[in-house]
């Protein structure tokens, strides 16, 4: 997901443009992803689920940010979008890790 | 099962007596010790309340769930993001002898830096772009434009535009020089040979 951001935002430096339907489909993905993580994840996990969608909306507004700067021509909103899309990658990276030490701590003390 | 919910109560049925009854304390840890399951006492200490193996069994399952999804929406893209820009070199910005602007080329480092040091410096330099922008932002002023093909009026009319503080400069010098080109606001996405110009 981050690659995309990444790869979308230098683009957008570099004064290159993305058209709206290629940027809708883009949206539609993130949408379904988005929809399937509500599905999916344990009602249980309550503060972790909570982070896990925000940071998946963050995607979304990062990428409601890149359309505009397409269609405005503005690339001076590049680092903006970019630190934007980190961050919630970096959310969610950081979330993947405390789940897998979490999950490691329990397997090796049932065991 | 909501883990928070899980051993909110385990304290509220102890029955405690006054005074420092050290031997009455001993007695019930050692209780505890004797009558709590191993795995039990290894989720007090993990996570701060006891779960029976069935639950902790659930809880790992949950985890590996929410792993699964996370990484689901980390995944990349089915396409590249380089497939579906279409790069400066590609892009039109003359139609017949009107032509306007490419965007400026913004040259930056590598953003997406790992360090909390390099984002923050990278938040104080959008600050001051945004700083500059709002300054730019003042120099707003009502321009009235003719758009003449072949000696034909094709349009006219006003608008509140942006001037950079060169094409301000220019302006006010009163000198015949024409200035080459105006940026307009973004949303005419165009940029016109400006041949002559005079202040109002």
């Not at chain 1, 979008?81 to 701590?105: F, G, V």
């Not at chain 2, 590598?110 to 600050?127: E, I, V, W, Y």
């Not at chain 2, 509140?160 to 301000?168: C, I, W």
């Amino acid at each position: 997901m981050i690659e995309f951001f990444r790869d979308a935002c230098q683009g957008l430096r570099e004064g290159a443009i993305m058209g709206a339907s290629e940027l809708g489909a883009v949206r539609a993905l993130l949408r379904e992803r988005r929809q399937n993580l509500e599905q999916t994840l344990p009602a249980n996990l309550g503060k972790l689920r909570q982070e896990f969608l925000q940071a998946s909306l963050a995607f979304e507004d990062a990428l409601d940010a890149l359309e505009l700067a397409f269609s405005e021509d503005t690339p001076e909103m590049a680092d903006w979008i970019a630190i934007k899309a980190q961050d919630a990658d970096e959310t969610l990276r950081s979330i993947e890790q405390t789940i897998l030490q979490h999950s490691t701590m329990l397997s090796e003390e049932s065991d | 099962m909501d883990i928070a919910g899980v051993g909110l109560n385990l304290s509220t049925s102890l029955h405690r007596p006054s005074g420092h009854d050290w031997g009455w304390l001993r007695r019930q840890v050692d209780q505890t010790r004797l009558t709590t399951p191993l795995g039990a006492q290894l989720s007090e200490l993990l996570l701060g309340v006891q779960m029976e193996v069935q639950d902790l069994f659930e809880y790992r399952v949950a985890l590996a769930e929410a792993l699964q999804a996370l990484q689901k929406l980390r995944q990349p893209l089915p396409e590249s993001a380089d497939k579906l820009l279409v790069p400066r070199e590609k892009r039109i910005f003359q139609v017949g002898p009107i032509q306007w602007q490419a965007p400026p080329r913004i040259e930056s480092v590598d953003s997406f830096c790992a360090t909390p040091a390099q984002l923050f410096h990278n938040r104080k330099l959008m600050g001051i772009q945004r700083f500059l922008a709002d300054e730019q932002e003042g120099m707003t002023h009502r321009v009235q434009f003719k758009l003449q093909s072949g000696g034909k009026l094709l349009k006219g009319g006003c608008d509140q535009v942006r001037l950079s503080r060169h094409g301000l400069e220019a302006l006010q010098s009163g000198e015949d020089t024409p200035v080459k080109t105006l940026r307009l606001p973004p949303r005419f996405h165009r940029q016109v040979d400006f041949l002559r110009c005079a202040a109002g």
